[in-house]
């Protein structure tokens, strides 16, 4: 993909609207604009709209028919969401205004459809923006929840890129302390050097270690939704209450023990918070070979939830489910309780009855959520590249700890800071020298 060509596309969702945005991008963008404006090839174009100023104008094709009346802005290079020649095009948001508008695009010299995600590729190319902030767009546009939309916010307006910035700022002056003395005589290193540094090198990684394990944990539920399992004996009522749960009739619910044979999820939103809750096969002993597999299907799903309901009804609790649910985080729910009354259950439902489903949702969010991390204090680290190069950052750190060799303990320094900029897509190599220039004098 070649980054002289002018590239196009719409920027809104297809289909009919009152407006669409047709936006282009690169060095041909305002003779392309300048082409819609002129209409027929020679003829003279009025002048073009203010950089920055939205401006009406009539877009013409190559006959000097009209197109469409629409609105014009233009972002002059490098003041532009991808650090490019921009125009925007906001015209009427129906199918054929649009295709008549791409189609008249397509014929201009130059100018080529852009490809998915080439805007911010071009972005991130042209240092308009870090991975991690591309990465929180992509999240943005794609935030189907509040909690979504918050965090992806955050990641997009820098909140993980400066504190991993600040994180390889530290290290990087860390390792130019350590690479300074790589060519002096080991006699000038003050005895207390090794000590001193390897212990800030192993508090940096105390800190990142503890600042991230919290974050990554809930950011990657934010992103990729908590999983609640319903689960128990055949007839329990699991089916009944995921359709209560959904508010929609998801599920088949019949009174034949045994009528959910796979596993089902449904993600609904708690608070702001994706969920997903997922339906399970009835647990009990089964000659019949799709039950079975429906069974080994609800016991997995049960032992990879972040939360387990147990419905039980006024059979009981099954020793046998309660061995396979022993490694799992379980909350009981008695179900059913217009027909019994399950005193000894703190959280009871009756879906028949509609009664006891707040209590369920309250119980499971006070589970899932926990009350000391806010959104707004974590860091958006919701991606497991994220949490895997702060690992190997902290794993490079903590080697630290017992090197007695000037060049190794840099090298490890700089296992660090590549693992960090990686997070956000920086090359480290500049940095040190600028660094190292920078903090000591000429002559020396
Ligand atoms: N009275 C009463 N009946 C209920 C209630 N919830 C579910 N039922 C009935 O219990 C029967 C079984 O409900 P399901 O939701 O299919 O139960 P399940 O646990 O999904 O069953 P399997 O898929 O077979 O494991 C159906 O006839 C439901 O109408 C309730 O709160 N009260
Ligand atoms: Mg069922």
Redesign the pocket.
Known sequence: MSRADTIFALSSAGGRAGLAVIRLSGPGADAALEQLLAGAPGATSPALPKPRVLQRVDLLDNSGLLLDEAMAVRFVAPHSFTGEAVVELYTHGSPAVIRAVLAALSALAGMRPAEAGEFTQRAFLNGKMDLAAVEGLGDLIDAQTDAQRRLSLRQLGGALSHQVQAWRAAIIALRAETEAWIDFPDEDLPDDFFPTVRGRAVALAQVMASATAQSHRLAAHVRDGFTVALV??????????L?ALAARDV??????????RDALSVPIELNGFLVNVV?T??LRATTDEVEAIGVDRAVQAAQSADLVLW?IDERGEDPEIGRYLSACEVIKVA?????WAGSGYEVR?????GSGLDHVLSTVQAHLLDERSSLDDILPMGRQRHAHHVQQAVDALSRCGDIEELALLAECMRDATGALGRITGTVDVEDVLDHIFSRFCIGK
């Open positions: 128990g004996l055949p007839n329990v009522g699991k089916s009944s209450l359709n599920a088949i619910v019949t009174d034949v023990a045994g009528t959910t339906d096969a009835g419905l179900t059913k309780q217009d027909l439902v009756s879906v028949q009855a």
